[in-house]
Antibody, heavy 121, light 107 residues
């Protein structure tokens, strides 16, 4: 059973770049051309999709965040990562990593527990 | 990318009720639509993908339908564990826009 775990700083200063890592266990990140994703949830709000990456490195980003987002994959460590630059208080959120439920789908069937990121000086 | 609008925002219902809520897309999404359930403090859980395909392990009281730009999630007999917030998500053309959610509350 695939499991995902987010890690990274809980507190980021304004204007800094957020770096989060999602570690995958229970299966190889290269076992099939699945899509891996980052999603966030602002306080008391709904879900916002950030982007996808395939194991081969193809990326797709939310147009509203595209200028600030980089998602990358590290197959040797079974991880994928999110970088979000120029952080502001509006980026304070719970950040989730997730994987598509099956090949040929982008619906997200496997999720990490989420990690709280607060932007504050 | 399509904009996704869910209605209602909040729904009050009782155990045993049949409940239906709607998700409308601003443009066609080729039936690339999923439904998730989220409880407070927890990650979302996938219920339905490709409009009507039930995810493994999800009870059969959940069903999805629709086409074009209008989609519905139905719970045939609401159970105590079903009080949660439900989100639709479109994933056409490698996008991933979520609706704003429908919260199901105890009546």
């Amino acid at each position: 059973q695939v499991q995902l775990q987010e890690s990274g700083p809980g507190l980021v200063k304004p204007s800094q770049t957020l770096s989060l890592t999602c570690t995958v266990s229970g299966g190889s990140i290269t076992s099939g051309d699945y899509y891996w994703s980052w999603i966030r949830q602002l306080p008391g709000k709904g879900l916002e999709w950030i982007g996808y990456i395939s194991y081969s490195g193809k990326t797709y980003y939310n147009p509203s965040l595209k200028s600030r987002v980089t998602i990358s994959i590290d197959t040797s460590n079974n991880q994928f990562s999110l970088k979000l630059s120029s952080m502001t208080a509006a980026d304070t959120a719970v950040y989730y990593c997730a994987r598509a439920t099956r090949l040929g789908q982008l619906a997200l069937g496997y999720w990490g527990q989420g990690t709280q990121v607060t932007v504050s000086s | 990318d399509a904009q996704m609008t869910q209605s209602p925002s909040t729904l009050s219902a009782s155990v045993g009720d049949r409940v239906t809520f709607t998700c409308r897309a601003s443009q066609g999404i080729n039936n690339w639509l999923a439904w998730y359930q989220q409880k407070p403090g927890k990650a979302p859980k996938l219920l339905i993908y490709k409009v009507s395909s039930l995810e493994n392990g999800v009870p059969s009281r959940f069903s999805g339908s629709g086409s074009g730009t209008e989609f519905t999630l139905t719970i045939s007999s609401l159970q105590p564990d079903d009080f949660a917030t439900y989100y639709c998500q479109e994933y056409n053309n490698y996008s991933g826009t979520f609706g704003q959610g429908t919260k199901v509350e105890i009546k």
